[in-house]
């Protein structure tokens, strides 16, 4: 799990020698590691977005863009720290293109000082992997400013799922389940809409997410 990942690696960096020269004394041998950390920590970890800041909100070290070293970002730890035991859809960059990743935070202290790790994995691989695995399907994530295209006169079936984003997946084949039981023929398209701001619902159980299938 997410948190387990997250909780190894920050009790392996508060124990680390080089990470402490590298934020407490500035050596240059070691602020090279620092640079490099995220990105090696990130594959060796299966995450898809990692960054170390320290408690003003600087970033230290970023695996999936290494350009953002020493970029001031302290609004992501703070959103994601609304919702604690929680992961929450966040949208970021890396070299080659965006990235929908479901993040959660953690924290470590070094010296009497904290230092936070934000780890994500992509959201398509977590929420739709296994659903999609030997089906013709096409999916797309629907977020606050995108919207799916939809082809004119299709029909589309929608409901909404309250629970954490982690239960989608079982969402998804009561709902698809529920179609074909009524005798409808889901088509390849569907998406989501989420309805919840989880920095205002700090509950990830009255999270609400709409789901649209669209029909032959």
């Known amino acids: 799990m997410l948190a387990a990942r997250l909780a190894a690696l920050g009790s392996d960096l508060a124990r680390d020698n080089r990470f402490r020269l590298a934020v407490l004394q500035s050596q240059p041998a070691a602020r090279s590691y620092l640079l490099d950390y995220a990105g090696h920590a990130m594959h060796l970890s299966g995450l898809s977005l990692l960054q170390v800041q320290d408690s003003a909100g600087r970033i230290l070290s970023s695996g999936h863009f290494r350009n953002e070293f020493d970029q001031l970002q302290p609004e992501l730890p703070r ?3 609304a919702t604690p035991g929680a992961m929450t859809l ?127």
């Open 90 to 216: 966040v949208r970021t960059r890396t070299a080659e293109a965006p990235l929908l990743a479901l993040a959660r935070v953690d924290s470590f202290r070094v010296a009497g000082r904290r230092f936070s790790l934000v780890g994500g994995i992509g959201a398509e691989d977590r929420l739709f992997g296994r659903l999609a695995e030997g089906h013709d399907l096409r999916i797309t994530l629907v977020y606050p400013g995108a919207e799916p295209v939809e082809s004119p006169g299709a029909r589309v079936v929608r409901t909404v799922y309250t629970g954490p984003y982690e239960r989608l997946g079982e969402a998804w084949g009561e709902f698809i389940s529920r179609l074909e039981a009524a005798g409808y023929r889901p088509a390849a398209q569907l998406w989501e809409r989420y309805l919840t701001d989880p920095a205002a619902t700090p509950d990830p159980a009255d999270y609400q997410t709409e789901l649209n299938r669209t029909l032959i």
């Open 79 to 81: 959103l994601l720290a």
